[in-house]
């Protein structure tokens, strides 16, 4: 019998309406982020005495994002919404996970394997990238046979890609090795999709009841002008962006490779600023030209992360920004030079909709330039694989991720669309629960998610963020870390600052380390109160509030957003709150509705 995603777009269930921090709701796969961040304030002061609540610490965000540790180098997109931003500077979570993992990823390499019984269907996943691990690791705990088939000698995918400079190879290498150890999960490297045994039709003729495929996005897109293809990119001395930093991944690519040359990247965002970088570490002279404006505040600007661009900034690299490619120059079939019309827009209400004014133009020399303009999926291997509609275009539910054309293949990751690492796990983990849902004959029904954002916590000052430290520019133009971790009491006292961000009953940290039995509850004597809003003022979590019943206004307490701080009971003159334990709070609501 077919379900309703076999034939059509999936339904999508009536959103369940809830109050989270900020941060998590940006976070793609709603990490416990206040959670962790309280449990982090508490650890001891010394490193030897806090190394065990730190093992506990990231065994907990294991369970939900065993690439938690690789978040602390590379991801930090949680921070563009904390409520502290603008008020002391964003919680320094993506540094608070680095400082985690200093203890956590060495204890990879001991933490005991999963004791699963894998009993249920063969599950083939298509690419061992994060999309791909994220729905083995997650299928496999299901106790489903997973097999990953990867075209490299190495999983990890796109990570790879990532210079050393800001993830360290071990650590990637730790990370992804240790995870399908854990898990017990079969992988069988230098297998191409689509070649062989691994076709879509011989994958299930083997036995998968299911595939999935994240297997990326492998074609450069080339540079265009208008709708003409700009000529010259295949002189010698033109390179794209990933290509580029596969080969210096790969140790092809020596030290001073660049030394003495003028290179030039086309792009704007952190595969361009990645390669600049590279480029600039391996001693090249290097500019930017991209068709966004400096400005990332304005719809038009450079959508790298700002630490990339202050970092390409700092080291020296030129940045000629409204500047689009007009033509690619050579001689001899060898690269000389682009010419770059200004870009006067860049975005319209329809979308990418880039605009030149020709009569404005510079041109540029060069010895070799690096086209980053983005990737492109493998249309003809997913043509012949028949995953395309008639349009040409991946035949996909966009909220289950199953193929259209084909029920038991599901589609995801970059492969599907292209965005950060984090969003790629996201869709493996939304994949794991399509395939589970499919395999065992439900309805692959999605639930919406409708989040709302709990505020700042009204205070008469807030404390500073923990400087991020980066070793000087002259000192670091090579392929080590060139920012700091936090210390143990730096990282400590970062996570403080979060404490009392996000609601309560999201968070739990202080019962799950014994601290208090329970949540408390404000209760509120309706016969003593006044009405008269001193509890309204004296609330910092907009937790109080007056409420009109039985034709009078009187005190009323959020529960979701209350912190149980007391604040409110020490401001009410009539004694009419006063705070109980959950439990009990549950026995009175019990009697009175006995009373009724």
């Known amino acids: ?21 900020p941060c998590q709701i940006k976070c793609p796969i709603n990490e ?49 919404e904390c409520n502290y931003k603008n008020e002391g500077g964003a919680i320094r979570r993506r540094l608070l996970k680095r400082f985690l993992s200093d203890t956590y990823t060495p204890y990879l390499n001991e933490k005991p394997e999963v004791n699963i019984v894998k009993d249920r269907e063969n599950v083939a996943v298509i690419g061992g990238g994060p999309s791909g691990l994220m729905a083995a690791f997650n299928l496999t705990r299901q106790g489903y046979r997973v097999t990953i088939f990867e075209a490299s000698q190495r999983l990890g995918g796109a990570l790879w890609l990532v210079p050393e400079y800001r993830l360290p190879r071990k650590v990637l290498q730790t990370t992804v090795e240790n995870l399908v150890r854990i898990m017990g999960i079969d992988v069988r490297y230098n297998t191409k999709f689509g070649e062989g045994r691994t076709t879509v039709n011989r994958l299930i003729s083997d036995g998968f009841k299911a595939v999935f495929i994240a297997k990326g996005t492998p074609n450069a897109r080339q540079l265009t002008f208008g709708k003409d293809v700009v000529e010259g990119q295949d002189l010698s001395g033109v390179m794209y962006g990933l290509d580029f930093l596969y080969e210096v991944s790969h140790g092809n690519i020596p030290p001073d490779y660049f030394k003495n040359k003028k290179i030039i990247v086309i792009g704007a965002g952190n595969v361009a600023f990645d390669s600049a970088r590279t480029a600039r570490r391996l001693g090249g002279e290097v500019s930017i030209v991209c068709l966004e404006r400096e400005d990332k505040e304005h719809r038009d600007g450079i959508p790298a992360d700002e630490d990339e661009i202050r970092g390409a900034w700092e080291e020296g690299i030129k940045i000629y920004a409204s500047r689009g490619v007009r033509k690619i120059s050579g001689k001899n079939d060898e690269f000389e030079g682009i010419t770059c019309p200004l870009c006067t827009q860049v975005y319209c209400d329809t979308g990418f909709n880039p605009e030149f004014d020709t009569n404005d133009e510079i041109n540029l020399t060069g010895d070799v330039v690096i086209v980053t303009i983005g990737q492109a999926p493998d249309l003809e291997l997913l043509k012949k694989e028949n995953l395309l509609d008639h349009r040409g275009r991946l035949a996909v539910d966009p909220h289950t991720l199953q193929s259209q054309i084909n029920p038991s293949v599901f589609i995801g990751g970059d492969v599907r669309r292209v965005g950060f690492m984090i969003e790629a796990m996201e869709e493996g983990i939304k994949a794991a629960e399509s395939i589970n849902k499919y395999l065992n004959d439900e309805d692959l029904k999605v639930a919406s998610k409708d989040y709302e954002a709990f505020g700042l916590p009204e205070r008469p000052y807030y404390k500073i963020a923990t400087e991020v430290l980066w070793i000087p520019p002259e000192q670091r133009l090579h392929f080590q870390m060139f920012e700091k971790g936090l210390t143990l009491k730096e990282a400590i006292t970062e996570a403080k600052r979060c404490a009392t961000c996000g609601p309560c009953v999201s968070c739990k940290a202080c019962i799950s380390i014994g601290f208090e039995k329970s949540l408390y509850a404000v209760q509120v004597d309706k016969e003593r109160c006044s009405g008269c809003g001193a509890c309204v003022y004296a609330c910092n979590y907009e937790s109080a509030r007056l409420v009109m019943k039985d034709g009078r206004l009187i005190s009323d307490t959020d529960m979701f957003r209350c912190k149980s701080c007391g604040m409110c009971v020490a401001a009410c003159a009539s004694n009419a709150r006063k705070m109980v334990d959950d439990q009990t709070a549950e026995k009175i609501k019990k009697a009175y509705a006995e009373l009724k």
């Open 1 to 21: 019998m077919w379900k309703t995603s076999e034939i059509g777009h999936s339904q999508v269930e009536p959103a369940t309406k809830q109050l989270l921090p």
């Open 32 to 80: 416990d982020i206040q959670r962790t961040n309280v449990l982090i304030s508490l650890l001891p002061d010394t490193i030897e005495a806090a190394r065990d609540g730190i093992i506990q610490i990231g065994e907990y965000l294991y369970e939900r994002n065993p690439f938690f540790n690789i978040c602390g180098y590379i991801c930090g997109l949680c921070e563009l």
